[in-house]
């Protein structure tokens, strides 16, 4: 699809969500199965894994690097390792498209090669800020020169790595997971301290594996020099496209949807526990662990919403679920405050204006904070939206349409094929009135 073409979002008014589906594999843990299959000796089979373009682009990423990959083929990956020193000087620069979580944590793996490499992406990815791994990464020895602490990022040759003991300044599973990667290469051990937990998916596929992490309280030590051994991983469906569809169970009238094999985490279920604490009629079923990742049957019924005081705590297990909750925030009775997710504003788009912008244009009272928003419940009313290439931004505006009075028509929704291939087939079928247009 060309750079100028305009993928549109029409949502028609009314309907309900209903029937049991199951949204594609968990983004973080696809790129993550990729990354230490790819390190690992022997073979790694993956099942459920998202062929979303942001997964797909770190499976071109190490295939450019000498690795073997087969598929995928429906969820199905096959990862020949190279080991922890098999990769090969790709003798190209690295595309990593629209993925920051491609960017971020491969830079704390290629800091530990013997090559050179320079990594760049798509204009949006263009626009994340770097500094916040490059900066410990320099600690630690790597060389690393950004454009203006951005992207692109080329990363010297001949580093030589040492541990060290860093507090994370801000919470952020990816910088985490850099120095965690980079802490492989490293002499010694490097700890990571979090102002606050965030995902653990590094850390559960590394012991997986077969590496050994410590963990205690909110900090996690690896040593260098270890080894990773190939494992059989089940990619359980992703939380965050889960999202979409438990707002729009809870909002809509009539709604009774099951969502199959979803990945319950305890460091990504902020949403739960914030829906439900707005009133949301959430039960779990079938909970079982696959490849270390607990997994559960998530069914969702209408109830009537009220508005909240977000728990800060809840934020970071939340992030990438705000524009969805958001909309909830929307059809809630009263006012719902946020508070303490600045990282919202540096995420695929400014999430924090760019939602407040398209609430406002449907008609709803949403104020942007510098850390948050302040959302009066209301009625969603017809009207245009821009979703600046942002694919939960156009997800979660389309779930709006369930309780909207007129038409939606969502602007920029290309990249919704990042994270979620075949929404708009799966949202007609749970529901949703919504179809496509490229202008």
């Known amino acids: 699809m060309s750079e100028q073409s305009n993928l549109q979002f029409i949502v028609q008014p009314g309907g309900k969500l209903s029937g049991h589906i199951r949204v594609p594999g968990d983004k973080s843990i696809s790129h993550r199965t990729i990354m230490l299959g790819s390190l690992a000796e022997g073979t790694t089979e993956v099942t459920g894994f998202l062929e979303g373009e942001d997964a797909l682009a770190t499976l071109a990423v190490f295939r450019s690097m000498g690795v073997q ?18 990769l090969k000087d790709p003798q190209k620069n690295l595309d990593v498209g629209n993925s920051g979580t491609s960017i971020r944590l491969l830079s704390g793996l290629l800091a530990g090669q013997t090559f050179g490499v320079t990594m760049s992406g798509d204009s949006s990815l263009a626009k994340r800020p770097m500094l916040r791994v490059t900066e410990p990464l320099s600690l630690m020895g790597a060389k690393i020169d950004t454009l203006e602490g951005k992207p692109p990022l080329t990363i010297h040759s001949g580093n030589t790595l040492k541990g060290i003991d860093y507090q994370l300044p801000m919470a952020s599973a990816q910088v985490k997971s850099c ?5 492989m290469y490293a002499d010694g051990e490097t700890s990571v301290t979090e102002p606050a937990p965030t995902r653990d998916h590094t850390e559960r596929m590394l012991k997986g594996m077969g590496y050994d992490v410590k963990v205690d309280g909110n900090k996690v030590t690896i040593r260098g020099g270890g080894k990773l051994t190939a494992a059989k991983i089940d990619v359980p469906a992703d939380i965050s496209s889960a999202t979409f569809f438990m707002v729009g169970a809870a909002i809509a ?4 949807i099951t969502l199959q094999h979803v990945g319950i985490n305890p460091t990504r279920i902020g949403v739960i526990n914030i829906l439900r604490l707005m009133g949301a009629d959430i039960a779990l079923s ?3 662990e696959t490849g270390g990742e607990p997994v559960a049957d998530i069914r969702v019924r209408f109830a009537p919403l009220h508005g909240i005081e977000i728990p800060e705590d809840q934020v970071p297990l939340a992030i990438d679920e705000f524009p969805a909750i958001f909309i909830a925030a929307a059809c809630a009775d009263g006012q719902t405050v946020l508070t ?15 939602m407040a912008d398209g609430l406002q244009a449907l008609g709803i009272d949403a104020q942007p904070t510098g850390d948050g928003m302040i959302i009066q419940g209301g009625v969603i009313g017809s009207g245009e939206v821009t979703s600046h290439g942002d694919h939960r931004i156009a997800m979660s505006f389309a779930m709006a349409g369930l309780q909207a009075g007129g038409s939606i028509l969502i602007n ?28």
């Open 286 to 288: 079938n909970e079982k």
């Open 179 to 183: 120095l965690l990667l980079a802490g």
């Open 253 to 256: 009238p009539g709604s009774d």
């Open 412 to 439: 920029d929704c290309a990249n919704v094929a990042t994270s979620f291939p075949g929404f708009v087939e799966l949202a007609q079928q749970a529901g949703l009135t919504i179809e496509t247009q490229d202008v």
């Open 69 to 86: 990959i087969e598929g995928p083929d429906n969820g199905k990956v096959t990862i020949h390792g190279v080991g922890m020193h098999g």
């Open 340 to 354: 303490g997710a600045e990282e919202l504003r540096v995420k695929e788009s400014d999430r924090i204006q760019v």
